[in-house]
């Protein structure tokens, strides 16, 4: 057997892999923090081991792990390598996405009377594949889906507008609000869940990437102005569940960076993307004709009942705690399509699955919202986008 490039103590190693046997997914906290670094280097070498071991039956060779460096602890070799992977995969993906023809933007000239409307994006989970369990047999989910299900936002976004008062003339542009879980991660965060990822995480970056960019210029064909705005997800964080909490370590990014690179590149008249690679703050309060929308991914709301009242109870924590106003919230997460004021949350991509039918409260089938805000009025209506029913 080749040596592997760490060599833990005898004693450790054997403590740990006995931890790993008798509670594989961390459940004791304080166990894991103990071992928090230890169990992963355990289990690298573990996998570095049974790859030699593969090799020499003529099997698959798994790949040598690299998230473990001399000299640095295990949280510092992961952020290394995440940075490192996320540079090259930013660099690859733009460079291919970049040579696009773009179309003319619209010009409207709006009146006093002109709404903002806005989108929630939220909770694709891009990769993912959802097959039927025995508690829901009809959903599926896989990446194809996704294809169609962005296909559909267009084509009800031109439905929804057209049928307001003076079409999109009527508005002075859209905001698209990304609100996290865009990609499903590297399979690291939840992994008692039974639905899996067939891509990997770049791959899934690259793909949510090229289907949002042509949403959004499809939709600088139609608004005034396209405005993108972008929240981090839970299921993106690179590591297990406990490791890589900080929005800098989540993969969401290395899908928002490289759509926000790429925008920047071929510089859409219309379409502005506010992403700072150096805001790595949870939330965000965007201001809409003085009307403050607070937008946070939703996994900082503890509960799986009475979700709404939890979400309220948010929204007035932080504007204690910040001394700032906030007149609406905006969540996804949660994997239902809500509209209960002053919260909003953005519905999903998957539709049913077998965990929101054992965690949530209300499962809902695959929906994405889109409302508008009035100068005066604040939110003045609000629309259901299913991504499934014909």
Not at 58 to 64: F, L, Q
Not at 316 to 326: A, E, M, V, Y
């Amino acid at each position: 057997m080749p040596t592997p490039p760490f060599q833990p103590d005898t004693d450790t190693l054997k403590r740990v892999m006995e931890y790993l046997r008798d509670d594989p997914y961390g459940k004791r906290s304080a166990m894991h923090n103990e071992f928090n670094m230890k169990k992963s280097v355990a289990r690298s070498y573990w996998m570095y081991a049974m790859g030699a071991f593969y090799q020499q039956d003529g099997g698959v060779v798994p790949p040598k792990p690299t998230n473990v460096e001399l000299g640095l602890t295990q949280r510092e070799a992961k952020q290394l390598e995440v940075k490192r992977e996320l540079a090259q995969a930013i660099k690859l993906m733009a460079d291919k996405l970049a040579p696009i023809e773009i179309p003319p933007p619209a010009t409207y000239k709006p009146d006093k009377d002109s709404e903002l409307a806005v989108l929630t994006i939220c909770d694709v989970h891009t990769g993912l594949v959802v097959r039927p369990q025995e508690n829901q047999k009809s959903n599926f989910y896989d990446p194809s889906i996704t294809i169609a299900s962005f296909d559909r936002i267009k084509e009800a976004m031109v439905s929804i507008i057209k049928k307001k008062q003076g079409g999109f003339k009527g508005f002075v542009g859209l905001d698209i609000d990304i609100l996290g879980d865009v990609v499903e991660g590297d399979g690291g965060v939840y992994p008692g869940q039974l639905w899996r990822a067939d891509m990997g995480v770049l791959e899934q970056a690259n793909l949510f990437v090229e289907l949002m960019l042509d949403l959004i210029i499809f939709a600088s064909t139609k608004f005034r102005k396209v405005t993108v705005h972008y929240r981090s997800g839970n299921h993106g964080r690179s590591g297990g569940r406990y490791q890589g909490k900080r929005p800098e370590d989540n993969w969401d990014r290395v899908a928002y960076n490289t759509l926000h690179e790429v925008i920047e590149r071929i510089k859409p008249e219309n379409v502005e993307s506010r992403f700072e690679l150096s805001d790595y703050s949870d939330w965000e309060i965007v201001d809409r004709f003085g009307w403050q929308f607070f937008l946070e991914h939703g996994d900082k709301i503890k509960a799986s009942v009475n979700t709404e009242n939890m979400a309220r109870r948010r929204l007035s924590r932080i504007q204690q705690d910040t001394g700032k106003r906030i007149d609406w919230g905006e969540f996804g997460h949660w994997h239902f399509l809500s509209l209960s004021p002053p919260v909003i949350f953005g519905g999903c991509f998957p539709g049913v699955t077998e965990y929101t039918l054992g965690q949530f409260d209300r499962p809902c089938p695959a929906m994405q919202a889109m409302f508008a805000v009035h100068p005066r009025w604040g939110v003045t209506w609000f629309n259901a986008i299913n991504l499934r029913r014909k």
